[in-house]
């Protein structure tokens, strides 16, 4: 297995393991963090696959904006899931 | 057995007939990277070698956004517009919760006031260049709405909101659909073609620079409203 191959594979098993943790987790805020760690991740395969356009929007869109407007609707809302 | 126990038993069942023939076809994918799957041979490699000449952009992406695809990013414009209509209908109502917002401490408020020109810049940057380099328009427009998010979550929402009027911003969040609307209507006197964009490339590059901008500020705008609406700064 090459080295790049060995990259991608450790990036998709965090992805994989964010995924499983937002939909197991019951506190919302937490949920919102990792799936801003997901996006991040997500930002590196893009770089990673030669889609720069790609990850920069996953990283202004998914790690930035969409975390805030998740947590500020927390905010809002309460921060336990029912 | 109870209702629970059949729901999640019915749920795996469906997940499982959904996924197996899913992954088939997965697994009778072309390998990533090989040149002659049936993906590269024929649209995109049209557009690989003519792409920098028809598409009038050295960032093929952007080529393929503003004028191949054109129809397409003028729906996505048009997405986030009515994602913020809707936003602002539902929650820009809802009544305002008394509760204070503490003020951060005066570090995080200096480091955000003295990010916040460069941030500008970076944006329009990526605005203008869309073209050449990677980013254009939607990117540098998540990056103003960034921008407009920070200096509010440092000096609480109303004085950002209350920059300009709520009419101007509204005006500013139509920017995009406006303007992309006005460049389509342009091709057609231009070139015959409702989204067609000129083959002259000086007017070309004006126009995509234009719709960019129209995009970038546009997406900006929409992005500082959702914040603004769903943290009950403005009412709409």
């Known amino acids: ?82 | 057995m109870n209702a629970w126990r059949t729901g999640r038993i019915l749920t795996t069942v469906l997940i499982g007939a959904l996924a197996v023939p899913l992954m088939y076809g997965v697994l009778h994918l072309p390998p990533p990277g090989q040149a002659d799957a049936p993906a590269h041979s024929n649209v995109s490699a049209k557009y690989i070698e003519h792409g920098a000449e028809h598409g009038g952009s050295e960032n093929l992406v952007t080529g393929v956004l503003l004028n191949y695809r054109a129809l397409d990013t003028f729906g996505e414009v048009l997405v986030i517009f009515t994602a913020w209509l809707a936003v602002a209908a539902v929650a820009g109502t809802a009544r305002q919760t008394g509760h204070e917002s503490t003020p951060p401490s005066p570090i995080v408020d200096y480091v955000i006031r003295m990010l916040a020109p460069f941030i500008a810049v970076f944006a329009l940057f990526v605005i203008v260049n869309g073209h050449v380099l990677p980013g254009g328009g939607f990117q540098g427009g998540v990056l103003l709405g960034a921008m407009l998010i920070l200096l509010s979550l440092a000096h609480g929402g109303e004085p950002v909101a209350d920059v300009v009027s709520l009419r101007t911003w509204i005006w500013l969040r139509a920017a995009g659909v406006l303007v992309f609307a006005l460049v389509a209507l342009l091709g057609l006197p231009l070139t015959g073609y409702l989204f067609g964009l000129p083959t002259d490339p000086t007017l070309r590059h004006a126009l995509m620079i234009v719709l960019e901008l129209g995009i970038g500020i546009g997406g900006g705008a929409v992005l500082g409203g959702l914040y603004f609406s769903i943290a009950g700064v403005e009412r709409s």
């Open chain 1, 1 to 82: 297995m090459s080295p790049i191959e060995l990259l991608d594979l450790v990036l998709l098993a965090l992805l994989l393991t964010c995924a499983i943790g937002i939909a197991r987790l019951k506190d919302l805020a937490a949920c919102a963090i990792l799936f801003s760690a997901y996006s991040f991740i997500l930002c590196l395969v893009w770089a990673h696959r030669g889609a720069p356009d790609v990850a920069m929007t996953e990283a202004a869109v998914g790690a930035g904006i969409t975390t805030v407007l998740f947590l500020t609707v927390i905010s809002r809302v309460g921060r336990r899931e029912k």
